[in-house]
């Protein structure tokens, strides 16, 4: 069985090949990061354009890596939410008719269950239960993951998203979009402890998140320092992300605790971020605590962990076939 998945939620277009045993036979992705620098952030109208012109270019180019054709495709997944509307429909727009025209059958799939169920994708992948930090641009979530569809929400952002904050943390910094690789890489220049940034709601008895001080706290320090040479950029980056990171650790290890499971997944374009890597494989090996990644190459948005959603809604019993679609720019995980 060949599953087709297509991502076009947001600023990235991406499609992938995925057989029945879960490996991904070819994947094409194109970021639009080049295209939205000059606007400080994603321009809807464009990011739409732009994945019409991406997306069967990408399609026909994973088909040939893979040798494969177009018949060869039992099954399509598509990413039907949450995100930009017009971005969303071009993806559900070509999922549809690819569908109608080979008789195939189209699964909707949430952007964030891709995310969660990346890193299924890897080698040597998690077991059912574990608890997932889900952390992407516009989300911050802790969830207990007991099998495909089975989600329990254990805590999240009550305002700004762990991605959003570096976002505007890289603004103030005068390092443009997108701003957390560029915080990161400063961040491994500054001095420790030059700054104490305060760490929101680290002490509190849930597992909720916030990150909308942080920003007011980097927002204070530009201001403080006036005119930012190079060092005082790298100590502001510096305390940003370890406060930051600090927090996501320290909440994720009590998720797990909690949740009294011993195994923990973190999935979402921040996941990549090197000194969150770090410092939770730091903790989870002290604790003795299985930890998992996607691949590198699948932390952002992508069309594999889309198709393996959309394997794991087939393998449920999934099989639907229908002319009328729609989508969800919102749309919470676990809703109908």
């Known amino acids: 069985m060949i599953v087709l998945g297509i991502e076009t939620s947001c600023d990235e277009t991406g499609v992938a090949l995925l057989d029945s045993h879960g490996n991904v036979r070819a994947h094409g992705l194109h ?49 039907a939410g949450p995100g930009l509307v017009g971005a969303l429909l ?63 929400l254990l805590g999240e952002t009550l305002d700004d998203a762990a991605g959003e904050a570096f976002d505007k943390t890289a603004q103030l910094l005068g390092l443009g979009y997108p701003g957390g690789p560029a915080v990161s890489r400063l961040a491994e220049f500054g001095t420790p402890s030059a700054l104490a940034f305060p760490r929101p709601m680290l002490h509190s008895r849930d597992l909720n998140f916030s990150f909308s001080g942080l920003k007011t706290a980097v927002l204070t320090a530009v201001r403080q320092a006036g005119n930012l040479c190079e060092q005082v950029r790298a100590d502001i980056a510096r305390a940003f992300v370890d406060a930051v990171v600090e927090v996501l650790v320290r909440k994720s290890m009590a998720a797990v605790e909690q949740a009294g499971l011993r195994r923990l997944v973190v999935a979402g374009g921040v996941s990549a971020n090197r000194q969150l890597r770090a410092a939770l494989q730091r903790e989870t090996g002290r604790a003795g605590i299985e930890l998992f990644f996607p691949p590198p190459e699948l932390c952002t948005d992508n069309g594999a962990m889309i198709a393996m959603a959309g394997l794991a809604q087939l393998q449920a019993g999934a099989a639907e076939k229908r002319l009328g679609f729609g989508v969800r720019p919102r749309w919470p995980l676990g809703a109908d």
Do not use: C
Request: hydrophobic share 45%.
């Open 31 to 79: 970021s639009q990061v080049d295209m939205h620098r000059d606007y400080g952030g994603v321009v809807p109208e464009l990011a739409s354009r732009d994945h019409i012109r991406r997306l069967l270019p990408l399609l026909e180019g994973a088909l040939a890596s893979a040798r494969l054709r177009l018949s060869d495709v039992d099954a399509i997944a598509v990413t």
């Open 90 to 152: 071009v993806g559900a727009s070509v999922a549809y008719a690819l569908g109608y025209a080979l008789d195939r059958p189209v699964l909707d799939v949430h952007h964030m269950e891709g995310h969660l169920l990346s890193p299924l994708l890897a080698r040597p992948k998690p077991e059912f239960p574990f608890v997932a930090l889900l952390v992407s641009g516009g989300h911050t979530q802790l969830m207990r993951v007991d099998g495909f569809g089975a989600y329990r």
